[in-house]
């Protein structure tokens, strides 16, 4: 089974940055499809739904990003430590909200912004809070 474990919440100010790390333990099966194949980071705002905001292919490093966040943010991996990151600059105030690692195996594939549909991932991590004051 793979685990997530993200890190690196907090509370800033508006405009401040924060990055955060989401590290995987992944299958320890011998199966090929067993391996991961992208990972994502999602959030939920108090009262609303959870979206995807970024994602990454693993190993290739394609990324993408969601409208809300393009300009200020940006993710990338670290395959040798089982990790991936989410760097976030000019946070605002509705950036607030539980911050969602999650990962896929090569069972599903995505392209575009369908990787950031969250009925396409199979592991989740227990998420960590940012929150952005003004």
């Known amino acids: 089974r793979v685990t997530l474990v993200e890190s690196g919440g907090g509370s800033v100010q508006a405009g401040g940055s924060l990055r955060l790390s989401c590290t995987y333990s992944?299958?320890?099966?011998?199966?090929?499809?067993?391996?991961?194949?992208?990972m994502g980071w999602f959030r939920e705002a108090q009262g609303k739904e959870r979206v995807g905001i970024a994602a990454?292919?693993?190993?290739?490093?394609?990324?993408y990003l969601s409208d809300s966040v393009k300009g200020r943010a940006a993710v990338s991996q670290d395959t040798s430590e089982n990790r991936i990151y989410l760097e976030m600059n000019n946070l605002k105030p509705e950036d607030t909200a539980l911050y969602f690692c999650a990962a896929a195996d090569r069972r599903s594939d995505c392209s575009g912004t369908n990787c950031l549909e969250d009925s396409r991932y199979k592991f989740w991590g227990q998420g960590t809070q940012v929150s952005v004051s003004s």
């Open positions: 990454i292919k693993i190993g290739s490093g394609t990324s």
């Open positions: 992944p299958s320890t099966s011998t199966d090929n499809y067993s391996r991961l194949n992208y």
